[in-house]
């Protein structure tokens, strides 16, 4: 869990800098190659981890996901200068890596603790799951980041924002649709398609809201977070993660039940949203806040869980 909470932190790290790197690439040429690489690391890595029953593998393969459009600047030609622009870009970014960093500390604990109770087979389908929605919030990322792109053009950052997030809205939408069915697949059998709901003692109701979380969290909060809310989000990031890391050491069968390996980490994105505290964003995160928290009340409601 040391190990991998270490490598999570530098890749959590190289994360931040995906703000800066998409519009990059699509100024080159390279955004779709740029996509294809991070989804060969998840879902393709990370799923084949999670296939072998390597929860370590699955973490190491969502860390180079994350991670990857940042070493995409490490190329063979000019490596000393494009280790220099890493660094620029990197150190520019380290107070956003605080805010990533506190959602992925979690997940190890998650991890420990998840193992000790549903066992590593129940771990493993959850967590093979979990690599296709860290695929959508990355895919939902580089959308923002194209979005971004397109409305910041004109007009201060209170006037572009929204109009940003408008252009974002429907590819998240139907990067959450996606989660969902694949979800369903999991969750629910279906006669004329093999081996579907083979994990449904695994999955929990609260997972097809937790697939949604990073979609809109992690967009918010580093996509069209202002000046404000940057000093704010890594304080509140660090009080959110520190709460559920408690909950899960002091009384974890609640979480464990209905949350699964991956939900904690969603929860401290949700909780994250009340420090976008800019004036031209603040209804919007506040409405996602509260639009996910009553999406796990009704999940809870439904009683699904995982029992041991």
Not at 53 to 82: D, E, F, I, N, Q
Not at 83 to 109: D, E, G, H, K, N
Not at 241 to 260: I, M, T
């Amino acid at each position: 869990a040391g190990l991998i909470t270490a490598f999570f932190s530098g890749c959590s790290l190289l994360a931040a800098a995906s703000p800066s790197l998409w519009p990059l690439f699509q100024r080159e040429g390279r955004y779709l190659q740029s996509l294809a690489v991070l989804l060969v690391f998840s879902p393709g890595a990370s799923m084949l981890a999670a296939l072998a029953g390597l929860p370590g593998g699955v973490a190491t393969a969502l860390g180079l996901a994350s991670a990857s459009p940042a070493l995409l600047l490490l190329r063979p030609t000019r490596l000393r200068r494009a280790a220099r622009y890493a660094v620029l870009i990197v150190r520019r970014a380290f107070p956003y890596s605080i805010a990533t960093f506190s959602t992925v500390v979690v997940y190890p604990i998650s991890l420990s603790v998840n193992l000790k109770y549903i066992g590593e087979h129940r771990v493993g389908q959850q967590v093979l799951y979990w690599s296709f929605a860290v695929a959508f919030s990355s895919a939902s990322q580089a959308f923002a980041a194209r979005g971004v792109s397109g409305a910041s053009g004109s007009g201060d950052e209170a006037t572009w924002q929204p109009r940003a997030l408008r252009a974002w809205l429907p590819a998240g939408l139907a990067l959450w649709a996606i989660g969902a069915v694949i979800y369903a697949l999991f969750a629910i059998p279906i006669p004329w398609i093999p081996h579907t709901g083979a994990a449904r003692d695994a999955m929990t109701a609260t997972m097809l809201v937790s697939v949604a979380g990073p979609l809109i969290t992690d967009t918010l909060c580093v996509y069209f977070s202002g000046p404000r809310s940057r000093r704010a989000l890594p304080i509140g990031s660090v009080l959110s993660s520190a709460c559920v890391a408690g909950a899960l050491l002091l009384a974890p069968e609640l979480l464990v039940r209905h949350f699964g390996v991956f939900g904690p980490s969603a929860l401290v994105g949700v909780a994250r949203l009340a420090f976008v505290i800019d004036a031209s964003m603040r209804r919007y995160a506040l409405g996602a806040m509260f639009l996910l928290i009553a999406a796990y009340a009704a999940a809870l409601a439904l009683g699904q869980g995982v029992s041991f």
